[in-house]
């Protein structure tokens, strides 16, 4: 695919972009080459089977864990209470 000068005014228009005159080529030049790296990816050949179930990453059980990371979060904490940040109050 080709950028040509009205496409690059669209995508300048739908970008809210604004263009430099002096470097409109080379943005053209440079989205085209983008758009060819895009086209070779059309090329390369999948297996079908290659987005089967068993060739997934395997998940982990999800298990709960009591890691106590409040009462560590807390103890760096200045103030605290109860379970509870203890801050100056900012709002009378």
């Known amino acids: ?3 040509d000068d009205a496409l690059l005014s669209k995508l300048e ?8 005159e002096n ?7 440079q989205l085209t080459e983008i758009l060819g790296f895009v086209e070779n990816l059309s090329i390369i050949e999948v297996q079908k089977d290659c987005f089967e179930e068993q060739l997934k990453t395997p998940l982990r059980e999800d298990v709960p864990q009591d890691a106590n990371i409040a009462k560590d979060v807390l103890s760096h904490a200045p103030h605290a209470q109860d ?3 203890i801050v100056p109050k900012i709002i009378e």
Do not use: E, P, V
């Not at 470097?23 to 030049?29: C, G, M, N």
């Open 83 to 85: 379970n509870f940040f």
């Open 23 to 29: 470097k409109r080529a080379s943005t053209q030049a």
């Open 1 to 3: 695919m080709q950028i």
């Open 13 to 20: 228009r739908l970008s809210m972009l604004k263009i430099d």
